[in-house]
């Protein structure tokens, strides 16, 4: 195994980190904006009010696109484990 095959590999895995919990992560960060400036406008100072709304997004984003999530989490997993032989060489 070569540095490059080690660049290759690291390079794909924060690839896959970045596309699997990047949706997630912006959709919490834009609902925590949009309650964040309705919170400033009303002057409301409710702290479940941040989390709530935050929890629900974040859940219904995971479970609309928990397929295509999961397709590239299984595609890379049974990429790198096809080219285990390649790998050892």
Do not use: D, R
């Not at 002057?43 to 609309?64: R, S």
């Amino acid at each position: 195994m070569t540095l490059e095959m080690i660049n290759g590999i690291t390079a794909q895995v924060f690839k896959v980190v970045l596309f699997v919990a990047g949706p997630p992560l912006l959709v919490g960060l834009v609902v925590g904006l949009l309650v964040g400036l309705f919170q400033s406008v009303t002057q409301i100072q409710e702290f479940t009010l941040i989390f709530v709304p935050k929890m629900l997004a974040v859940f219904a984003c995971i479970f609309l696109l928990m397929p295509w999530m999961s397709e590239k989490m299984l595609s890379f997993t049974a990429n790198l484990i096809q080219q285990i032989p390649f790998y050892i060489k």
